[in-house]
């Protein structure tokens, strides 16, 4: 799981220094500097988190997308790109990896889709074969 964990965060961060070196807003205020941030590591988790063999970090993978999905619908749109745009004051979308490459919004849903779906078979996979009896450091009831 570290070196999965090492590359989604040194994606977003890379991600969030080009954001942050074209938008001044990102580099004068530390409070959207902390919201763009953020909003990075969660994309580049959504986006990437299929590479992590965690049980709990794939469950969570998983869980993004669709929470992601309720929110843009609940809220017609993306909160945390509500409250940058309200703080500086401009229209500006969020520029996230898929954006930054030029890869268009469909390829990208396509992607996670195809993601998500690895990440259930490979929590499948850690639940069939899993070794049977207690966790480490349990004792049995007898």
């Known amino acids: 799981m570290r070196g999965g ?3 989604i965060i040194t994606i977003a961060i890379i991600t969030f220094i080009i954001e942050a070196i074209s938008k001044a807003c990102i580099r004068d205020n530390l409070e959207v500097a902390t919201l763009s941030l953020f909003h990075h590591l969660i994309y580049t988790y959504a986006l990437l988190g299929w ?3 965690d049980f709990a970090a794939l469950v969570i993978y998983i869980s993004i997308p669709a929470l992601a999905l309720l ?4 809220t017609a749109g993306c909160i ?5 745009g309200s703080i500086c004051g401009n229209g500006d979308e969020f520029k996230h ?3 930054q490459l030029g890869v268009h919004h469909t390829v990208i849903c396509i992607l996670v889709g195809l993601g998500v779906l690895y990440a259930i078979y490979k929590l499948y996979r850690i639940l069939r074969y899993r070794p049977r009896g207690p966790a480490p450091g349990l ?4």
């Open 139 to 142: 004792i049995p009831c007898r």
């Open 80 to 84: 945390v790109s509500d409250v940058v």
């Open 5 to 7: 964990l090492t590359l």
């Open 71 to 74: 929110h843009w619908n609940t």
């Open 51 to 53: 590479l992590l063999d």
């Open 97 to 99: 990896l898929g954006r």
